[in-house]
């Protein structure tokens, strides 16, 4: 063990490992880098976070600087659950579920729960946490937080940022803070704290009222966003501050959550589900825009592709028997809705029958839970394509998470196949139709010195087809190290710049989570390219 390890085994109660294993195992996250860390911690409780980051702020003030990446079951695409320093991985203790108000529904937790589990428990009362993202089974709450993570029921219900309350923080120098939402005569004290808590306060105020017009008019026409800080929710019209909508989605790169506050909402299993099998992608495009008009919005407007389907039957022809026939469609559309109302679902549904009569496009409905679980199937089947191997070639997830504004849907999905085809790639496309926000994964060979190329020229192209249509290049999966190259892009220098200032005020010595989000490069990033990808650690529970 290196002297850091043995001072930070020494003073927390938690355990701390450097052996070559450990190190190799947690080089890796769900993306395809690899950055090796030079040890790994796992805190038992806060005070062992606390005293983490305090040993590293004292490091870096002797120009001794020891980074702390915060990470949960490691599913991240985008390379944000890696680095170099401190890997501090929370499921192993801090996994529980501290406490569950059954009147108002809030609960609260530590960032090791894993997510499937939070949301049995909150069935069992009836109630549920909407922006589940389609890894609910191994995906942790810390993870979800940092990610702002959203899925399949966004477009009704919002993502991550609508449900988290609160939060309990460790920020870069060991402090502990709470976030929530404080009236002027609250942030009137946090301005004169002569602590940390406060100098954030402080500069963070002043950063906003001197860039008012800048942050008000920063929101991107998309109808959910994960790139960047969250600067525009912070300070309200009534003077009240919260730092909480700034903490969520940025990935531990200003504090590291020890502890979440969420609110919920009641849960009804008794849904309608429609399949409507389309055949014109612009028709697909007015279909959505008409369904998002609706009086109540569906709680699900998902779509798959046909290649994702012709990719499906090649692999496994038995998946789909019985459920769909060739030739398949060009896309399969499945609205749901779950209004507790059941009079008002059968008419939500009524109007969305007489819709797809009027356009000629043939559907069905289901409202038993097995003839839906069958049609849900045929979405959430993306888990085989994700999974599958041809020869090294594998579904790498580089380019997926782009969202767009609704009305320019079909021109995103065309500008994808053309890239697709261009690089003869084949092609598998799903996501949140009804966000206009698409997840793809290209086969290719990380062995193979021409497919490491083209998965640089792929990224480029796809994400500034993203950014030329007015869209986020992250929808609900947030940064990492894969899009934070294009932030200052998608935003334009005056807003990335804020958002430089905005680290710099909470990690003044770039010691969480750096190589995230903030000023890196393609060149940053090019070495870090695994030359195998694999998902070895995810086998467990099979992705959606």
């Not at 004292?58 to 401190?86: K, N, V």
Request: proline content about 5%; aromatic content about 8%; charged content about 25%.
């Amino acid at each position: 063990m290196n002297k850091v390890a043995l001072y930070l085994q020494e003073h927390l109660t938690g355990e701390v490992m450097t052996s070559a294993a450990a190190r190799k195992y947690f080089s890796t996250d769900g993306g395809v880098f690899e950055v090796m860390p030079a040890m790994i911690v796992y805190p038992q409780n806060e005070n062992d976070v606390r005293k983490t980051a305090r040993f590293a702020w004292q490091l870096a003030e002797r120009d001794r600087p020891i980074p702390i990446t915060a990470r949960g079951r490691g599913s991240d695409q985008a390379g944000a659950a890696i680095g170099e320093g401190i890997i501090m991985v929370f499921p192993a203790h801090m996994n529980k579920l501290l406490e569950l108000d059954t009147r108002s529904g809030d609960v609260t937790v530590e960032p090791g729960l894993v997510y499937g589990k939070l949301q049995q428990t909150l069935h069992t009362h009836k109630r549920f946490l909407p922006p589940f993202p389609s890894s609910i089974e191994f995906a942790t709450m810390g993870g979800a937080v940092a990610n702002n993570a959203a899925g399949e029921k966004t477009i009704k219900y919002g993502s991550t940022r609508n449900y988290t309350k609160g939060l309990r923080v460790v920020l870069a120098n060991g402090e502990v803070i709470a976030t929530g939402r404080i009236n002027k005569r609250d942030l009137n004290k946090k301005l004169g704290l002569a602590t940390f808590e406060g100098e954030v306060y402080r500069a963070l105020d002043k950063l906003i009222e001197e860039n008012k017009d800048l942050i008000n008019n920063m929101d991107l026409n998309v109808t959910k966003n994960s790139a960047g800080y969250d600067l525009a929710d912070v300070k309200r019209k009534d003077g009240s501050f919260d730092l909480t909508p700034l903490m969520v989605g940025s990935q531990g790169t200003l504090g590291i959550v020890t502890e979440v506050t969420f609110t919920t909402e009641p849960f009804n299993p008794a849904t309608t589900l429609i399949a409507a099998y389309v055949d014109d992608i612009s028709l697909a495009k007015e279909l959505v825009l008409d369904l998002r008009n609706l009086p109540e919005t569906p709680c699900a407007i998902e779509v798959v592709d046909e290649n994702l389907l012709n990719l499906l039957d090649e692999i496994n022809p038995n998946q789909l028997k019985g459920t769909l026939e060739k030739p398949f469609p060009k896309l399969i559309v499945l609205i749901e809705f779950d209004n507790q109302s059941e009079r008002t679902q059968k008419n939500m549904v009524k109007r969305v029958e007489k819709m797809l009569h009027k356009r000629d496009i043939h559907f069905q409905t289901e409202t038993e839970p097995a003839a839906k679980e069958k049609l849900w199937k045929i979405r959430h089947s993306a888990a085989s394509v994700i999974t599958h191997t041809e020869g090294n070639a594998k579904a790498l997830p580089i380019i997926e998470d782009g969202i767009v504004p609704v009305a320019k849907f079909d021109e995103y999905l065309e500008g994808v196949y053309e890239i697709f085809n261009k690089y003869h790639l084949k092609i598998a496309i799903w996501g949140h139709a009804g966000n206009a926000n698409l997840h793809m994964q290209p086969f290719l060979d990380l062995s193979q010195v021409g497919d490491r190329q083209k998965v640089f020229k792929i990224i480029d192209e796809y994400y500034n087809l993203v950014i030329s249509l007015g869209g986020s290049t992250s929808g609900e999966h947030s940064d990492g190290r894969l899009r934070a190259p294009y932030l200052q892009q998608l935003y334009g220098d005056d807003v990335y710049e804020l958002f430089q200032k905005t680290k710099v005020i909470f990690d003044p010595h770039n010691i969480l989570n750096p190589g995230v989000k903030m000023n890196v490069t393609l060149a940053d990033i090019k070495p870090l390219l695994r030359d195998d990808y694999s998902m070895d650690h995810l086998y467990d529970h099979l992705p959606h």
